[in-house]
């Protein structure tokens, strides 16, 4: 039963940093690409980063040159640092997994998700 969990949220003024994290278990296979998306209140869930088994990285336009995605696979474990952070990136946060994915950014092309956690830029 694969389970994901979402921390580091929290609050932050505008060009602060976060990192969120997210804990896996349960997954027996290590080739599964990991993905944060984000949806804010009324909005669809969107994909912000994400990346595959061997590293390769996808970002969002509104991502790039700002976060960075990174895993452990050792510790089944995946973070996002998010620099220069904006009002417009409040929203709650989500990390999702998935075996195989053609289009690493949609949501859905992943089978698991975690609960979230907010993140709110002022």
């Known amino acids: 039963h694969v389970q994901l969990a979402e921390s580091g949220g929290g609050s932050v003024q505008a060009g602060g940093s976060l990192r969120l994290s997210c804990a896996v278990s349960?997954?027996?296979?290590?080739?599964?690409?990991m993905g944060w998306f984000r949806q804010a209140p009324g909005k669809e869930r969107v994909g912000v980063a994400a990346?595959?088994?061997?590293?390769?990285?996808a970002y969002a336009d509104s991502a790039k040159g700002r976060f960075t995605i990174s895993r452990d696979n050792a510790r089944n474990w995946l973070d996002l640092q998010m620099n220069n952070l904006k009002v417009e990136d409040t929203s709650m946060y989500y990390c999702?997994?998935?075996?195989?994915?053609?289009?690493?950014?949609?949501?859905?092309?992943?089978?698991?998700w975690g609960q979230g956690t907010q993140v709110t830029v002022s």
């Open positions: 990346i595959d088994s061997d590293g390769s990285t």
């Open positions: 349960g997954y027996t296979d290590r080739r599964y690409c």
């Open positions: 999702a997994g998935a075996p195989l994915v053609h289009s690493p950014l949609e949501p859905y092309e992943y089978n698991y």
